[in-house]
């Protein structure tokens, strides 16, 4: 229960913050927005757009969600609370969680507010369930996340994280975006095989590794 109470105000600190600083939400929702634009309007045949869909709107995800992950740690070096957090009373884990559901709440709502611009640009009427593409939404934003919010405290003090970051991000939520794309596209489209449950279930085991492993290293290298 104490670790869930610090969770709790970890989460609500990380929360305040993102609602503090809009402008960098914005951003992010116009970085993936221009990856949207740009791959609808460089693509030679209309016929082709609903089909990459589900595609495009998590490559959009991953290219905007380096900055939002790169940026999470800004507070806390700017003012030098990072050293006040290894002071405080709170568990490393605690911290872990509360930083990556805020960011996991970040880019969920912006894929939320894509996905209408998606729909309309890219002609492709969602024929599947909607609180399945909510899941899929969920779990996909979950396994950026959760490693990227520890790879953001490596590279946090580093020169050039922004570079170094999806370096090290990139390879490892590939596969994970690969299921999600393809669970996105088969509730797109319809699914008459059913085969988007078997996608979304990888994807959930993918983030249960991660958002596990994640936490239990998350300590180590914050004393570091």
């Known amino acids: 229960m104490r670790t869930l109470r610090q969770t709790a ?4 600190k990380e929360l305040l913050t993102e609602w503090r600083q809009r402008s960098r939400v914005s951003g992010i929702f116009w970085f993936a927005l221009a990856t949207v634009l740009m791959v609808a309007f460089s693509t030679p045949e209309s016929t ?3 089909r990459i869909a589900g595609g495009t709107l998590w490559l959009g995800l991953l290219l905007a969600s380096t900055r939002s ?13 990072m050293e006040g957090l290894l002071l405080w009373p709170v568990e490393p884990v605690a911290v872990f969680y509360g930083k990556a559901l805020a960011n996991t709440a970040v880019l969920v709502g912006v894929a939320l507010a894509l996905l209408p611009l ?16 909510f899941l ?3 779990l996909g934003c979950g396994a950026l996340a959760a490693p990227g919010t ?4 490596i590279t946090s003090q580093a020169r050039g994280s922004s570079v170094l970051l999806p370096l090290l991000l990139f390879p490892l939520v590939v596969p994970a975006l690969l299921a999600v794309s393809n669970a996105t596209t088969k509730i797109f489209e ?4 059913n085969q988007a449950p078997s996608w979304i279930a990888l994807v959930a085991a993918f983030d249960a590794v991660h958002w596990s492993l994640s936490a239990v290293l998350y ?3 914050q004393e570091d």
């Open 9 to 12: 105000q970890m989460l609500r």
């Open 48 to 50: 082709i757009l609903p």
């Open 69 to 81: 992950l790169d940026q999470s740690y800004a507070v806390e070096h700017e003012h030098g609370a």
């Open 118 to 133: 998606l729909v309309g640009i890219y002609d492709a009427p969602i024929h599947g369930s909607l609180p399945m593409l």
């Open 136 to 138: 899929t939404v969920l």
């Open 150 to 153: 520890l790879y953001g405290l």
């Open 190 to 193: 319809g699914d008459p095989m």
């Open 219 to 221: 300590g180590r290298i």
